[in-house]
């Protein structure tokens, strides 16, 4: 199969999992008890609040209608307006996606190198003493929860030694304006996939280094720099591509318990917040805009895995 008609599947494929997690959404929400706009206008509503919501949300509708209304309304790239803030959610995603963002994006730009050169590291002395540490770290420092970490380092380098910002309260929307405030946050999102895949490489680096085209380019002479690089290593990144998408899908969970933990203004809080307030919109809204970006980012990363997996077959 080539790559076009390859990429043509799995964006079909992507499309159907995005209408699934939309339909998902909706039913949810639909599920929930009582009755919505009760519920959203407060403890003492007032019956013109009420009024107003059950016109927002179309409530008086059947709800195949609002369902069919609000799928043509996504696809024209119209999330609906929020009911907490009266903007609309596009504008809430924007003003609260730069800090994920940044938080997602440094992660990932540190989590590569880092985690793929300890693998290399450790598969070049398998069995060492490098190879053992890495291992046993690896395997400690992946069963401590996001949570705990984040606890552990706030009260240790945040209150204890003073090093570091705790939190970033005070901050605002750019943490940009001061970037100590990212270097705990950052360390919690990457302890736990640096774990799995400096491992994953490691594993992956061994069993290619132990084929058949890496004994064959070593005994036409090739050095050992260009077998590891050019040979060895592309075939062991192909599954640590797709966990790397993997990796991304982990982030978007994870960054919504390190915002919590270090007041960071994203969409994980943006959520929480949307939950909390029960604005159905834009719960609907950041739901979708995650399905979204992880179909997208998964969909990159099995191309790429695709293109690194002929190479398998031989020496180039």
């Known amino acids: 199969m080539n790559l076009p008609r390859y990429a043509a599947q799995r964006l079909l494929l992507g499309i159907g999992q995005v209408a699934g997690v939309a339909t998902v959404v909706f039913v949810l929400t639909e599920a929930l008890p009582g009755d919505a706009a009760v519920v959203i206008a407060g403890d003492q509503p007032d019956p013109a609040r009420i009024a107003a919501i059950r016109d927002q949300l179309d409530l008086d509708e059947p709800a195949w209608r609002r369902y069919l209304d609000w799928l043509a309304d996504l696809l024209r790239g119209d999330l609906g307006v929020s009911l907490v803030s009266q903007r609309p959610v596009v504008d809430v995603v924007a003003g609260s996606a730069a800090p994920t963002v940044l938080l997602a994006a440094a992660t990932l730009l540190l989590l590569a190198p880092l985690a793929v050169g300890l693998g290399m590291l450790a598969a070049r002395r398998e069995g060492g003493l490098l190879d053992r540490a890495v291992t046993t770290v690896a395997v400690g420092l992946y069963a401590v929860p996001e949570f705990?970490?984040?606890?552990?380092?706030?009260?240790?380098?945040?209150?204890?030694?003073?090093?570091?910002?705790?939190?970033?309260?005070?901050?605002?929307?750019?943490?940009?304006?001061?970037?100590?405030?990212?270097?705990?946050?950052?360390?919690?999102?990457l302890a736990r996939p640096v774990c799995s895949i400096s491992r994953l490489t490691r594993a992956g680096m061994i069993d290619a280094l132990r084929s058949e085209y890496v004994a064959h380019a070593r005994r036409v002479g090739l050095p050992l720099r260009r077998r590891w690089l050019a040979h060895a290593l592309p075939n062991a990144l192909a599954p640590v591509v797709q966990q790397l998408a993997r990796t991304t899908d982990w982030l978007l969970g994870g960054v919504i318990v390190v915002e919590a933990v270090f007041v960071i203004p994203g969409l994980g809080t943006a959520l929480l917040d949307a939950v909390t307030a029960r604005d159905v919109p834009t719960v609907q809204g950041l739901c979708v805009v995650v399905a979204v970006t992880t179909v997208a980012v998964n969909l990159a990363a099995d191309l790429v895995a695709f293109r690194l997996a002929p190479r398998t077959a031989g020496v180039a």
């Open 148 to 189: 705990a970490l984040a606890i552990l380092l706030v009260a240790l380098f945040g209150v204890h030694l003073g090093w570091l910002p705790p939190t970033a309260i005070g901050v605002g929307a750019n943490p940009l304006a001061q970037p100590a405030v990212l270097v705990l946050p950052v360390v919690v999102l």
